[in-house]
C-alpha cells in the first residue's frame, strides 16, 4: 500500500539509523516497502543498504551509475514503487518516520484516492539561525509568486499517490515545487506539523548559492508551467 522513497547520495552514516525507525514506524501498521534510490554515492552508502536488506524484508535498493539530482532520484523510486502512496524522507535522517502516520491519517481524512499532497511543516527547525533565514525569504517569495498554499515547500516528507505524481510535469528540481504542481493539476494541498532534527552524521549536499540561482530559474520555469496549465472537470465516464 505505501512505499517509502529515500534518495541518497553519501549518507552511509545515517542509513542505518533512519531504517530502523522506518520500520519501528509502520512494521505492523501498514503493509510497505522501503525504496533507497543511491544517486551515485562515493561512500559506502550502497553497501550498508545491502547488508541491511538481508534482515529488512521491506528494504530494496537502487543505484544510479552516476548522480543526477534529488529529484530524478525520488523520480526514480517512485516509478519502481509498487505502493499506491509515496512517503518521501529526505536520508539525512532530519525528517521523523514517526510522522508517517499522522500524514497517512490526514490523507484518509480526504477519502480514498483524493488527489491530495499532504505536505510536512518544520515548524521547529534544528538548522542554523542562517540557514533558517534563507529558507524564511525563499519560502516567502516562493510562495507569493507560485501561490502554493505551503509554508514549507523544502520539508522532505511528503505523501502523495504515486500516479499524481508521475502525471507532473517532470524537470530538474521538481521535488521542491511539488504543491504547486499538485494544485496546478487541480488537486489540493494540506501541511502538517513535523518534527524536525538537527543532522547528527554526514554532511549536506547543499549550499545556499547552489540553492539560490537555480531555484530563480525553476519558479519562473513553474510560472510559465502554471500559466499554461488547464485541468478539465469530468462531467461523465460511460
Not at 512505499?3 to 510497505?32: D, H, M, Q, W, Y
Amino acid at each position: 500500500m505505501l512505499s517509502v522513497v529515500v534518495p541518497v547520495k553519501n549518507e552511509a552514516e545515517n542509513i542505518e539509523p533512519l531504517v530502523t525507525e522506518i520500520v519501528s514506524a509502520l512494521r505492523g501498521t501498514v503493509a510497505f516497502e522501503i525504496i533507497y534510490v543511491d544517486d551515485g554515492s562515493t561512500d559506502e552508502t550502497t553497501s550498508i543498504v545491502r547488508q541491511l536488506r538481508q534482515s529488512v524484508e521491506e528494504l530494496h535498493l537502487i543505484c544510479h551509475e552516476k548522480s543526477c539530482g534529488q529529484s530524478i532520484a525520488v523520480l526514480t523510486g517512485v516509478k519502481n514503487a509498487r505502493g499506491d502512496l509515496i512517503v518521501t524522507l529526505d536520508g539525512d535522517g532530519q525528517n521523523d518516520p514517526a510522522d508517517i502516520p499522522q500524514l497517512l491519517e490526514r490523507y484518509r481524512a480526504e477519502g480514498d484516492n483524493a488527489r491530495v499532497l499532504i505536505a510536512g511543516w518544520r515548524a521547529n527547525r534544528h538548522d542554523t539561525a542562517m540557514k533558517r533565514i534563507q529558507s524564511r525569504i525563499a519560502n516567502k517569495v516562493r510562495g507569493g509568486l507560485l501561490k502554493d498554499e505551503t509554508p514549507d515547500t523544502g520539508c522532505g516528507i511528503k505523501l502523495f499517490r504515486r500516479d499524481d505524481f508521475l502525471a507532473f510535469p517532470r524537470f530538474n528540481h521538481m521535488h521542491r515545487f511539488l504543491p504547486a504542481l499538485m494544485l496546478r493539476d487541480g488537486g489540493k494541498v494540506y501541511s502538517v506539523a513535523v518534527n524536525h532534527r538537527p543532522r547528527l552524521r554526514g554532511t549536506s549536499n547543499y549550499s545556499m548559492m547552489n540553492r539560490l540561482w537555480v531555484g530563480i530559474v525553476d519558479i519562473m520555469g513553474v510560472m510559465w508551467l502554471q500559466a499554461r496549465a488547464k485541468a478539465p472537470v469530468v462531467k461523465s465516464k460511460e
